[in-house]
C-alpha cells in the first residue's frame, strides 16, 4: 500500500504477511524508480496480482487503486531488484454526466497536490 506524504518512508516491508506499506513524497515534479526484490529462503517467487482498477472499501470510506498483476522474481541464494515502475502508471478515466470524458494518466506521486 502506497501512501502520500512529506518524505519516503518503508512503514512495513514485510509482503507475507499480506501487505507491505511505503509512503512516498508527492509533486508534479517527482520522479521515482520502484523496485522489489524477494528475500528469505531461495525460491521461484510470487505473484502479485491485483485486478488494476479503484477499490472503494466501505470500512475506511477510502478509495484504493489496485495496481495490477506482476511478478516477483524468486533466486538461488542472491536475491534480485527487480525493477516495477511501470506498474504504478495510472490511466483512469472517467465520463460525467455530460458526457466529458475525464482522462487521468500518470504516477501516483505526480498528483497535483490541489486535487487532495
Known amino acids: 500500500m502506497m501512501t502520500l506524504g512529506d ?3 518503508v512503514m512495513d516491508g514485510n509482503g507475507l504477511e ?3 506499506t511505503f509512503q512516498m513524497p508527492s509533486g508534479e515534479e ?5 523496485y522489489v526484490v524477494s528475500l528469505g529462503k531461495p525460491g521461484d517467487g510470487t505473484d502479485v496480482d491485483y485486478p488494476d482498477y479503484w477499490v472503494y472499501d466501505e470500512e475506511t470510506a477510502t478509495w484504493y487503486y489496485e495496481l495490477g498483476t ?3 522474481k524468486g533466486h538461488n541464494g542472491k536475491p534480485v531488484w527487480q525493477d516495477v515502475t511501470e506498474v504504478f502508471f495510472i490511466k483512469y478515466y472517467y465520463e460525467t454526466e455530460d458526457g466529458t470524458t475525464l482522462t487521468f494518466k500518470s504516477w501516483p506521486w505526480q498528483v497535483p497536490s490541489d486535487l487532495f
Do not use: P, Q
Not at 517527482?30 to 520502484?34: A, G, L, M, Q
Open 30 to 34: 517527482k520522479k521515482f524508480k520502484v
Open 7 to 9: 518524505e519516503f518512508v
Open 70 to 72: 506482476f511478478h516477483i
Open 18 to 20: 499480506g501487505e507491505c
